[in-house]
């Protein structure tokens, strides 16, 4: 296979890391560059010169290395693991375009590297997937056609049209997922006002509520087909029978919603008081008081540990977490994110976006210092792969500590007080996907707590007013705010005492007792009821009402002196506990099994890698990765066991589970702090303070170096929501007023 001999040329340039002191080589290291590669015989026999048809290299980017082939390397009596490649190829020379992954390696190339089919972790059994959206160019002349149909009405509604001339001044789209069947690719769009100046996705706030039902089946665009229109809660069968109602008496006309300093990101309203003085800020006086080993991106902040990596899919992950050089997890990574709308209207009825198919990692924008991150943050570099290459996101992960400004512990009594400050290590990076930003925050505690946090911010994806009071509130002229679930995955592949774990599950019940005290009566308490999850049949897990239940990681044979298990506790932060709403989507199908229910717990297999993959977007009844299959009724006794998590839902936009110890110590680890002052006091005045050797630090400190540096700024590509080209991230559709 021709692209075959590509791809080995291709990875031959990968970037293997050496040996670097003092942290052994990270075997997650994205590769950090590979050369531009020309393939011009990648054309095939089509006679087409359109890159449409022509097939594309979608990936090259380093292979995760197996958990079986890593950890004994980790553990320091096992080689470093073989590094492979992981490439996709989009083949688009072919009536029926489908990606598929390769695996190539060992690499370096030498006599043992191979190419083939990349299947093992996909439980489909092939990586291999059917795309049914490679003619974009193609679907959005489509759309103009339809918006010449109707020019006359989208003029009287609207005052504008969309038939793919300079001075449209609104658009049509169709959404994510398509509904596929058999010789069919079903989705509806809507109309949408174009906003003033450049392109964004500010667009998702003014929709105009007029929707078309198309069928974009097969590469013939000519075969391209409409079956119907929605407007006002009316369903019309075909555009005659959508013209003919419209221009009838007595046809109900709605508003627009129109584009203004409303719709617009600038300061607003009146100025706050005193709000022209400079802000609080908090300063590095001394420098970090972190490590980090650039190369191998190894971090080391106080008793933790850990090496970042970076995949284009799902962005920054962490491994071989270790706490006082105690390894406690092994992987931490984003799974896969989920917006799942419901409206009346047949467009946001079905909107349910898979986001790593964008790619988390290929929209992890450069931060903003002072802004994004403190100034005083340390700022590394990613690398994602577009275009037949990997370009570089600068300053796109940031790692910085600071003072949370409230006490971690506090204690008082008649002469003396005791405060310990709270510093919080975090490291962060920001996806920009469509119309929300996702803001990804992995925070370390003194006291060997992690938190994983999401925060979400940008446009609403609205939808337009009519009839839907039942699906969200009015928040504009003909604006809705539009329900929908946001649904984030994580793994989390726990090591608690080696890799032999167990589920334990504690709940606090509410019982009536009798004590050999109570004199033969009936004492109302509550009492600990303590079980294991022993089987993947029962591992699908809700939280508990009243926060009644808690699970906890522990190996059965590591106990501490007391007796009990050395475990880590995961636990909501957020008090919401809600899942999926939709029961059994129809857009999601198959591939919504792991949005179901909060926590999940599976045995390690180096064949469920993943709980989804981007591929499922494309074909979500026919998914790669069907979550479910996963649960096949293995033992969950003392394996090595997979979480696979969901912070609660968005409140206040802002998601956050944790990882707590819990019997894990037998001191806290947070009193090893210098950070803690004892104050002794009597007779109205201070006897003593304590500070245990923390030092203030007493230079000048000039506030010019706590200034960010935005002249730095470098700015970084912009990738729309929609639609999906894996050979152009810069791509953006030929609309009016660009
Ligand atoms: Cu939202």
Redesign the pocket.
């Known amino acids: 296979m021709q692209l075959g001999i590509y791809l080995l040329v291709a990875a031959t340039a990968l970037d293997l890391s050496v040996l670097a002191y003092p942290s052994p080589e990270n075997p997650w290291t994205r590769p950090e560059r590979l050369a531009a590669r020309n393939v011009p015989e990648r054309r095939s026999g089509s006679g087409l010169s359109n890159c449409h048809w022509d097939n594309v290299i979608a990936l090259v980017e380093l292979l995760q290395p197996n958990k079986s082939a890593a950890l004994p390397y980790l553990n320091g009596n096992g080689n470093a693991p073989d590094r492979y490649a992981r490439a996709a190829i989009q083949f688009q020379a072919t009536d029926e375009p489908y990606i598929q992954d390769y695996m190539v390696g060992p690499l370096p190339i030498s006599s043992r590297t191979t190419l083939q089919p990349l299947n093992y972790y996909y439980n489909k059994g092939v990586g291999k997937q059917r795309v049914y959206h490679t003619d974009l160019q193609a679907e959005i002349k489509f759309y103009a056609q339809i918006g010449a149909s109707v020019a006359d009405i989208t003029l009287d509604l609207w005052n504008g049209t969309f038939m793919g001339l300079a001075n449209d001044s609104i658009y049509l789209k169709g959404f994510e997922p398509l509904r596929i069947s058999h010789r069919s690719a079903v989705t509806w769009g809507q109309f949408w006002g174009f906003p003033i100046g450049n392109p964004d996705d500010r667009a998702a706030v003014l929709p105009l509520g007029l929707y078309v039902k198309v069928d974009i089946y097969g590469r013939d665009p000519s075969k391209w087909s409409v079956h119907g229109w929605f407007y006002n809660g009316i369903f019309y069968r075909n555009t005659r029978a959508f013209r003919k109602a419209y221009f009838s008496p007595g046809f109900k006309k709605l508003g627009a919603n129109v584009d203004g300093p409303w719709a617009q990101l600038n300061r607003e309203g009146d100025p706050l008081p005193m709000d022209t003085v400079a802000a609080p800020l908090q300063v590095q006086p001394e420098g970090p008081r972190f490590g980090v080993d650039v190369k191998e991106k190894y971090v080391e902040w106080m008793d933790f540990s850990f090496y970042i990596s970076f995949n284009r899919d799902t962005g920054m992950r962490l491994f071989d977490i270790k706490f006082r050089g105690e390894r406690i997890i092994y992987e931490l990574g984003l799974e896969e994110a989920l917006?799942h709308y419901a409206s009346n209207d047949p467009m946001q009825s079905g909107v349910a976006f898979l986001d790593t198919l964008e790619g988390f990692g290929r929209v992890a924008f450069e931060l903003v210092q002072g802004y994004d991150c403190p100034s005083h943050a340390t700022f590394l570099n990613t690398s994602f792969f577009t275009n037949e290459e990997t370009r570089t996101h600068l300053n796109s992960i940031c790692l910085f500590e600071m003072d949370t400004g409230h006490p971690l512990q506090r204690y008082a009594s008649s002469n003396a007080v005791s405060v310990t400050k709270s510093m919080v290590f975090t490291v962060r990076s920001v996806s920009a996907v469509g119309n929300?930003d996702f803001i990804f925050d992995y925070e370390f505690y003194l006291d060997g707590s992690i938190h994983v946090t999401v925060r979400?911010s940008g446009y609403?994806q609205a939808a337009y007013w009519a009839h839907n009071s039942d699906y969200g509130f009015k928040i504009h002229d003909n604006l809705s705010g539009s329900m929908?679930d946001?649904v984030i995955n994580y793994k989390l592949d726990m090591d608690v005492n080696g890799t032999a774990n167990s589920l334990m599950k504690t709940t606090v019940v509410p019982t009536k007792e009798r004590y050999p005290w109570s004199n033969g009566d009936w004492v109302n308490t509550m009492k600990l009821r303590k079980s294991f999850v022993n089987n993947e049949r029962h591992s699908k897990i809700n939280w508990s009402p009243n926060s009644a239940t808690t699970y906890t990681v522990v190996n059965k044979d590591a106990l501490n002196k007391y007796g009990e298990y050395r475990g880590y506790r995961i636990s909501p932060v957020t008090s919401s506990t809600t899942f999926l709403t939709v029961q059994d989507s129809a857009s999601l199908k198959k591939s919504g099994g792991w949005a179901t229910h909060n926590l999940y717990a599976l045995k390690q297999k180096d064949t469920e890698l993943h709980s989804a993959s981007p591929y499922n977007n494309l074909d979500t009844g026919n998914p790669v990765v069907n979550f479910d299959k996963y649960f096949d009724g293995e033992s969950l006794d003392q394996e090595d066991l997979v979480l696979y998590d969901r912070p609660p839902q968005?409140i206040n936009?802002r998601s956050s589970m944790a990882i707590v110890p819990q019997n894990f110590h037998l001191d806290n680890p947070s009193r090893a702090t210098r950070q803690q002052v004892r104050v002794t006091f009597g007779g109205g005045k201070l006897a003593q303070a304590e500070k245990f050797g923390s030092r203030h630090a007493t230079c000048n400190f000039d506030m010019n170096n706590a200034a960010p540096n935005l002249e730095a700024y470098k700015g970084d590509l912009v990738v729309p929501k929609y639609p999906f080209l894996p050979n152009n991230a810069t791509f953006v559709p030929v609309l009016p007023g660009s």
């Open positions: 917006s929300y979400l609403i929908h946001h968005m936009a």
